[in-house]
């Protein structure tokens, strides 16, 4: 609950540049912005890849089990990894980005943004291993506390910034906008460092007589005492580099085929558009709308799949080590009906409102149908998350690996074959992604069917789908209306009156009950 308060604020910021920004710098500035990410995004991917949640499984293990020093070796011997990493990826990435941006990425203006960008590297790599050691320990404010701090930052710099630039081009005018996207990291860093600071200052036994301190515990295991002797003067334990690299790996491939597959599909997009006739600026302006306007306001309830995704690793991790099955069902069937339940709303809201949304967030009304291409398929994004995470925490990251590269492979062809059509274009490439996302949903709820036995009753989906027609119904019955005269203002009230009546819905269907209300923090005492 604590994340998904910070990332539905993290949300409603981040919409802030989302609006501003098109606005400033237009459609064909943000598709600037948007062509430099995949790339990084590989670089962050094997930077980091699987270390955060190896540091979140591994430390929440060793403080289920109070060895307190194996907590201190997993984070040192985790941060030495990542930065070294780091340093030697930005390197590359400086020394190699004009024929990266000229030859890779498909539109040579984006070299400046590209630059702006590399130093994200180091930043990333350091808040990662501190924000896999918070989530471990199941403290999960200073997460969200520098969640905020980032996303407030970065949106004063970001428009600030691209505003100040634009005079000089659109090019700069997307460097600017990323240097600010840099800076919010920095702060979030900064965040996270303070409270690790803090968190070891209170570890200390300073109540302990300074004898005390300075002679070894004698109750320490004999196994303690050989883990102690293997650490080198370095900080760093062979066997915890080994469990690290263990976990990280596979994930680490299973983003990496993400990643990758992220970025090919900007390249095969981009290509496929010229192959079909669109010019280069009109080709980068499509590819800003659709990664820059339109996922955005997909993956908007994502704040809350992100916030279950997180906190599922753990705890899936412990009741594993325990061997309690039941608990994992019971987890597993909490965070996937919760998905469901809080992501079908906006799935109805973004298909029946999808033009009034584009053009009041955008000022870009065309980009319509695009959301509605994508509308119905939303409710597997928000599935695939946990789902995701379940295989993880299970030790099951290669299932995770395998789905996501069959479905990578099965979205390139499908943009080659479609985006290169002229009839289609951008919409064949908008297809290809609607297909991968419900493809490795499916997959990755196979896995966990194979591996727990776990699997959603089909019953919960008829009770979801039917009260999503209905709130549909009556959104759309008083949209038409129309009794207000500011459209914004007709489609909250819409909106609300769906969403109270799909509400009522689910606890008249006991798809949401008392015991749930009452599991909720602060407010939940009132509901026992």
């Known amino acids: 609950m604590i994340l998904l308060a910070a990332g539905i604020i993290n949300r409603i910021l981040g919409f802030i540049p989302r609006i501003a920004l098109p606005r400033i710098i237009g459609a064909e500035g943000v598709g600037l912005f948007q062509l430099a990410y995949p790339f990084m995004i590989v670089l962050i991917t094997i930077v980091t890849g699987g270390i955060p949640l190896a540091v979140a499984k591994w430390t929440a293990e060793a403080k289920t089990q109070g060895d307190e020093l194996r907590v201190r070796i997993i984070f040192r011997t985790a941060l030495q990894l990542t930065l070294t990493l780091a340093v030697l990826f930005t390197a590359a990435a400086v020394i190699l980005a004009p024929w990266i941006t000229a030859h890779i990425l498909t539109d040579s203006r984006v070299y400046y943004t590209f630059l ?88 200390q036994p300073t109540d ?104 599922l690793v753990p705890s899936l991790s412990e009741a594993a080590a325990r061997g309690d099955k039941a608990l994992i069902h019971k987890r597993l069937h909490q965070s996937m009906r919760l998905a469901l339940v809080s992501g079908a709303p906006f799935a109805v809201v973004m298909y029946l409102f999808a033009e009034p949304i584009c053009r009041l967030l955008y000022d870009h009304a065309e980009i319509t149908p695009m959301l509605q291409l994508m509308a119905p398929v939303a409710l597997f994004v928000y599935l695939q998350a946990p789902l995701q995470a379940a295989l993880q925490a299970l030790e099951k990251p290669g299932t995770a690996l395998m789905n996501t590269f069959i479905g990578a492979a099965v979205k390139l062809v499908l943009i080659a074959q479609l985006a290169s059509l002229p009839h289609l274009g951008i919409y064949g490439a908008l297809i290809a992604i609607n297909v991968n996302i419900v493809l490795v949903t499916l997959l990755h709820g196979f896995g966990v069917l194979r591996a727990v036995g776990f699997h959603m009753k089909l019953l919960d989906f008829v009770k979801v789908g039917s009260a999503m027609i209905i709130m549909g119904a009556v959104s759309r019955l008083i949209m038409n209306r129309a009794p207000l005269q500011a459209e914004w203002l007709n489609m909250l009230s819409a909106c609300a009156a769906g969403a109270a009546v799909y509400l009522l819905l689910m606890v008249w269907m006991r798809i949401i009950d008392r015991h749930d209300m009452a599991r909720l923090p602060y407010v939940g005492r009132y509901f026992k």
């Open 116 to 203: 702006c960008m590399s130093p994200i590297l180091i930043i990333t790599a350091v808040s990662s291993v501190y924000r896999g050691y918070f989530q471990g320990c199941q403290n999960m404010v200073p997460t969200a506390v520098s969640q905020i701090t980032e996303t407030v930052v970065r949106i004063i710099f970001m428009l600030l910034f691209s505003s100040l630039m634009l005079p000089y081009g659109l090019e700069w005018a997307a460097a600017g906008a990323m240097a600010g996207v840099i800076i919010g990291e920095l702060m979030g860093l900064g965040v996270l460092f303070i409270q690790h600071r803090k968190d070891r200052i209170t570890l």
């Open 208 to 311: 302990l007589p300074a004898s005390d301190q300075s002679e070894p515990d004698n109750s320490l295991s004999a196994n303690s005492d050989r883990r102690s002797d293997q650490v080198s003067a370095s900080g760093r334990d062979p066997s915890a580099l080994r469990k690290l690299l263990g976990l990280s790996v596979p994930v680490t491939g299973s983003r990496l085929v993400g990643s990758l597959s992220y970025l090919l599909e900007s390249i095969f997009t981009m290509r496929s558009l010229a192959a079909a006739g669109v010019i280069t600026g009109i080709a980068t302006a499509q590819y800003g709308a659709l990664q820059g306007m339109i996922i955005p306001v997909i993956l908007l309830p994502t704040a809350l799949t992100y916030s279950l995704a997180v906190s």
